[in-house]
């Protein structure tokens, strides 16, 4: 899963600067889920283009929400703060430290 978002970043010449990570519990209201915080760095067409593809191929992945930022109005490059939620039917993966390169 952390993989595909950060092979899809990638792809689209973006960078993750942050990835935070959190596992939900399924409760009785709501399905497991993970969490991922994290800021991309680039041009804002790739982002976009990131993330509905993620969202489109990637069934139970929600952007909860999208903080986009640019340091001077004439730069091409933005800052987007991003928190998708990853709900999961099957419950929660195993992310041991092996399978989550810079998570906290």
Known sequence: MLSTLEGLAQSQGLSWSKMDITQVKASVNHPSAIEVKG???GPYPPIRQML???RLNHPGLTLRSLIIQRDAPESSTVVAQTHLVWY???GLPDLSASATK???
């Open 88 to 90: 999961l039917k099957d």
């Open 102 to 104: 810079g998570v906290r």
């Open 52 to 54: 509905t593809h993620a």
């Open 39 to 41: 800021t991309l760095k």
